[in-house]
């Protein structure tokens, strides 16, 4: 039975400082909800396990003993929602208002709403890319040809990003950024927790896609904010990695929601021409920093 308004995960992975700024913050400014917070910590070997265990030990402490990554950890914190709503948050974002208040409020006032997400903004109150179209077939192929690393401005990518909207309006959206994504808990039966054939990165736009396809929309809440500084856990493992587990998720979308063809064909271009590239790519940079 969901007896609370909120299930709360947050997955840690040696982030102590940005983790304690974060939990103040939704103790702060969340007053008139009921809620439950899971931290899932990946093995960190800083200070996170014992900040949480001394200053917040309401908070339910999941220890994992190596590093699982976001959607297994998300998961194992989600599995035991006792919320009405599961949001999932990244340590490195902290709330100046009762914005989780707000999107509750917001998805009480409409049932059809099945996610919902804030305005994200960074830290010099610029805004974030919260809040997109899908991905299609062809942004796949701009992405894996590099097209978008390379030509920022590109139409197919402005069209699924929305560069030019502020993100100032409460609009219906395709996806959400998975930094801050509140979701009804009653959809877990039908949709699913999150796939953990993602280990992170576009994890969160499958499940938008799952969501939406049971009929239920998503919307950008902009009356809601919060500051993100943005990968500070993933920055811990290296630019190189991070690019490696971007793409694999990515040829893992496709599979999944465009079929083996799409998929192998993406995968061919990723292997004979997006790796090489990129290595040239680093071997200059390298070249021009020494």
């Known amino acids: 039975m969901k007896n609370l308004d909120l299930t709360i995960s947050i997955v840690n992975f040696n982030t102590s400082n940005l983790l304690e700024k974060c939990l103040i913050s939704i103790y702060q400014h969340h007053k008139k909800i009921s809620f439950e917070i899971f931290v899932v910590d990946n093995a960190s070997t800083d200070s996170s396990i014992a900040?949480?265990?001394?200053?917040?030990?309401?908070?339910?402490?999941?220890?994992?003993?190596?590093?699982?990554?976001?959607?297994?950890?998300?998961?194992?914190?989600?599995?035991?929602?006792?919320?009405?709503?599961?949001?999932?948050?990244n340590p490195d974002l902290y709330f100046e208002d009762n914005a989780l208040e707000k999107i509750i409020n917001f998805m009480d006032k409409n049932n059809s709403i099945?996610?919902?997400?804030?305005?994200?903004?960074?830290?010099?109150?610029?805004?974030?890319?919260?809040?997109?179209?899908?991905?299609?077939?062809?942004?796949?192929?701009?992405?894996?040809?590099?097209?978008?690393?390379?030509?920022?401005?590109?139409?197919?990518?402005?069209?699924?990003?929305?560069?030019?909207?502020?993100?100032?309006?409460?609009?219906?959206?395709?996806s959400l950024s998975g930094a801050c994504m509140l979701v009804r808990s009653s959809l877990f039966k039908d949709i699913g927790l999150l796939d953990e054939r993602f280990l992170i990165y576009w994890e969160e736009t499958d499940w938008c896609k799952r969501i939406l396809e049971q009929g239920y929309k998503i919307y950008l809440f902009s009356e809601a904010k919060l500051y993100h500084l943005g990968s500070a856990g993933m920055d811990l493992h290296g630019k190189e990695k991070k690019e490696k587990i971007f793409f694999n998720s990515m040829?893992?979308?496709?599979?999944?929601?465009?079929?083996?063809?799409?998929?192998?064909?993406?995968?061919?271009?990723?292997?004979?021409?997006?790796?090489p590239i990129l290595k040239i790519i680093r071997k200059i940079k390298g070249w021009i920093r020494s």
């Open 114 to 174: 099945g996610a919902a997400g804030p305005r994200i903004l960074n830290l010099d109150g610029s805004v974030q890319g919260s809040g997109d179209q899908l991905p299609s077939f062809l942004y796949g192929l701009f992405e894996v040809f590099l097209i978008n690393t390379i030509w920022k401005t590109n139409p197919i990518r402005s069209n699924r990003i929305r560069p030019d909207w502020n993100r100032d309006q409460t609009e219906s959206v395709e």
């Open 51 to 89: 900040m949480v265990q001394e200053k917040f030990p309401m908070v339910n402490l999941i220890r994992n003993d190596q590093n699982l990554f976001f959607t297994k950890a998300h998961n194992q914190a989600l599995s035991q929602a006792q919320g009405r709503y599961s949001v999932i948050l």
């Open 251 to 275: 040829l893992k979308y496709y599979k999944k929601h465009y079929g083996f063809l799409v998929y192998a064909l993406f995968n061919l271009i990723y292997l004979f021409y997006n790796v």
